[in-house]
């Protein structure tokens, strides 16, 4: 048994809180809203982000940071991306040398086009800072409904210990040493999600869909690896896996919001309908920037952020999508 320490109880951090009780281990879930933390002690359910799935009396459930961080073996930030950084900055008074530090957060930070396990290990340096990602929406989770993620970290022990602290018959693990294509992976795919969204919501069908999906992990793939990642990782969980739920499930908060958009909703009021962090929004701006930093095409991302930011019509935009000049499907194999 582990003494884990889950940090943000929205909709996957209680997901994960109650994954990780069921395997065995002793649980806090610790959030920075007062009236949160106290419904949740109230109700043991978080029935706006989470409805359904109890919390069983033996997860305490904490608004006291410090009490939190004071001896866990694992430590698991679960808060929206936009709020990483200032959480960061909250834990790191009281995180202890090599404290293990699990992200499961999803994004790219605007201003700095850093990852979040960057962010992570500016603020706090001396922790050890993972990643588990991959296709693992927490309405699911929360149900016991079977799920495959990945884990990522420096080392190949700390790697399969995470295995085994979050592996259950229901939620399936895998490992890997590719930090970086992990995380680009789960950020870059809610831009996509946008978009898929949006088809949906401007009345088109499967095939366009298909060729979002398609065509965005192809500018995802030559992104991360111009930055360094591996081929290999998008081929997993943490790539097309994560995109393809992302831009095809009824739980996906980037596709509903891009669907809002199609609909006709601006960003703003689709955001207000999702009533949930909108991922995707925060990271288009970013993938954007770090296109043009590596100098690599992604006409599905330039588009969503015209759409987003510059109030292109999302009809226009798939239209310009179209009609881009004639290219190869795959320029890395030769003709005979």
Not at 62 to 80: H, I, R, Y
Not at 111 to 127: D, F, K, N, V
Not at 261 to 275: F, I, P, T
């Given at each position: 048994m582990a003494k884990i320490s889950?940090?943000?109880?929205?909709?996957?951090?209680?997901?994960?809180?109650?994954?990780?009780?069921?395997n065995g281990h002793e649980v806090k879930l610790w959030s920075a809203l007062e009236d949160e933390v106290e419904m949740l002690n109230e109700k043991r359910e978080h029935a706006s982000k989470l409805p359904g799935v109890h919390l069983p009396d033996q997860i305490e459930i904490?608004?006291?940071?410090?009490?939190?961080?004071?001896?866990?073996?694992?430590?698991?930030?679960?808060?929206?991306s936009p709020f990483t950084r200032s959480t960061s900055k909250q834990m790191a008074p009281y995180v202890k040398e090599g404290q293990i530090i699990v992200n499961v957060a999803k994004g790219v930070e605007e201003?700095?086009?850093?990852?979040?396990?960057?962010?992570?290990?500016?603020?706090?340096?001396?922790?050890?800072?993972?990643?588990?990602?991959?296709p693992s929406h927490a309405e699911e989770v929360g149900k016991g409904l079977p799920t495959t993620c990945v884990v990522s970290a420096a080392s190949r022990e700390t790697a399969e210990y995470l295995q085994g602290i979050f592996m259950s018959p229901v939620f399936r693990v895998y490992t890997t040493p590719d930090i970086l294509g992990v995380e680009l992976g789960g950020a870059l795919k809610n831009v996509i999600a946008l978009a898929a969204g949006t088809a949906d919501g401007l009345g088109y069908?499967?095939?366009?869909?298909?060729?979002?999906?398609?065509?965005?992990?192809?500018?995802?793939?030559?992104?991360?690896t111009k930055m360094g990642a591996r081929i290999e990782t998008f081929y997993g969980l943490s790539g097309i896996g994560d995109l393809i739920v992302t831009c095809a499930s009824v739980h996906s908060r980037n596709r509903k919001a891009g669907y809002l958009?199609?609909?006709?909703?601006?960003?703003?009021?689709?955001?207000?309908?999702?009533?949930m962090v909108v991922e995707g929004v925060y990271s288009a701006k970013a993938a954007k920037s770090l296109s043009e930093k590596y100098q690599v095409e992604m006409p599905i991302i330039d588009e969503v952020n015209r759409v987003l930011f510059e109030g292109k019509a999302a009809s226009e935009a798939v239209k310009d999508l179209m009609v881009r000049d004639k290219k190869v499907e795959t320029p890395m194999l030769p003709w005979k």
């Open positions: 889950v940090l943000g109880a929205g909709s996957w951090g209680t997901a994960l809180s109650l994954l990780l009780y069921n904490t608004g006291d940071l410090e009490e939190c961080l004071k001896s866990p073996d694992v430590a698991v930030l679960a808060v929206p201003h700095t086009l850093m990852t979040l396990s960057e962010i992570i290990s500016q603020e706090i340096p001396g922790a050890n800072v993972c990643v588990l990602s991959g069908g499967d095939n366009t869909k298909a060729a979002l999906i398609t065509r965005g992990m192809a500018e995802i793939a030559r992104l991360g958009m199609g609909k006709g909703y601006s960003m703003q009021e689709a955001m207000d309908e999702v009533n």
